[in-house]
């Protein structure tokens, strides 16, 4: 299965931040954003990613290189001189992304987590166009745009019933955040127009809906960190700093002999 990163935004709310870099480099607890990206999805298996680049893009490639360094093979897709936004971004990309799977890992540039991906991919359906990771969030209610319906045997995951202002006859069990982590099927790409600025959610997943395909939820155990703001870069570093110190004390009482830890 191959991957896509979603790097061509233009960061204006990390100003004057990204006035010089693009969002994706923004450090998180000192690692870029989207090398954190490249590794999680490495670590899943995946070798091969696709990046969409605009704003300041030059200096994704010049960090990241080829992806050797990283153990993957990366593809480069530059939207300059416009910006196509989420779906159009992935349209540009269709033939990379249709490669030699009919399904496809999506992540977002600007999100920090820490998600078992592999996970995310043993709970999606091949029959569905999609599965999307969801996070609850209590201190975030505006971004709670997916209503969810979970499976009688689970309560992690089920299907999606709708997104953001979709109509629907049915009350959700509950709502939740997109975090721009899923998996997709391929097949989305046929609903997304071609040559034209669109969005993912507009244009792919709400016409597929009303179309009839079924559209998945999974709720993976973690954090999650809409890194779109200087307040939130700075929550998620706080958190990656604790547990990367939680795990140090782990290790060294590990390694230490018996008897000596109090």
């Known amino acids: 299965m191959r991957a896509f990163i979603l790097a061509a935004g233009l960061g204006t709310r990390l100003r004057p931040l990204t006035e010089t ?31 969409n680049l605009f704003h300041l893009g030059e200096q994704i490639p010049a960090r990241l290189g080829d992806g050797s360094a990283y153990g993957v093979k990366l ?30 890992l999506l992540v977002n540039s600007d999100v920090w987590h820490d998600f078992d991906l ?14 999307m990771a969801v996070h609850r969030m209590g201190r975030r209610p505006e971004l709670h745009n997916v209503g969810c319906q979970p499976d009688a045997k689970t309560l992690r995951d089920g299907q999606v019933i709708h997104i953001a202002d979709q ?49 998945r939820f999974y709720e993976p155990h973690g954090s999650w960190f809409d890194c779109g703001t200087h307040a939130e870069v700075l929550r998620a570093s706080i958190h990656a700093l604790r547990t990367r110190g939680l795990r140090a004390q782990v290790v060294s009482r590990e390694t230490v002999p018996y008897g000596y830890v109090s």
């Open 167 to 215: 109509p629907t006859g049915t009350d959700p069990t509950f709502r939740a955040i997109y975090t721009g982590v899923a998996v997709y099927a391929t097949r989305l790409l046929d609903y997304l127009p071609a040559g034209k600025v669109s969005g993912l959610v507009t244009h792919g997943l709400v016409p597929a809906m009303a179309a009839g395909e079924t559209v």
């Open 21 to 51: 870099l693009p969002k994706p480099l923004v450090d998180v607890a000192g690692e870029p954003l989207i090398v954190r990206a490249v590794r999680q999805l490495r670590d899943a298996g995946v070798t091969e990613i696709g990046i």
């Open 118 to 131: 592999k996970k995310l991919v043993f709970a999606h359906r091949r029959d569905a166009l999609a599965t």
């Open 75 to 104: 593809t480069y897709f530059d939207e300059r001189p416009e910006v196509l936004g989420t779906g159009g971004g992935l349209k540009n990309a269709e033939t990379f992304l249709r490669g030699d799977d009919d399904h496809f």
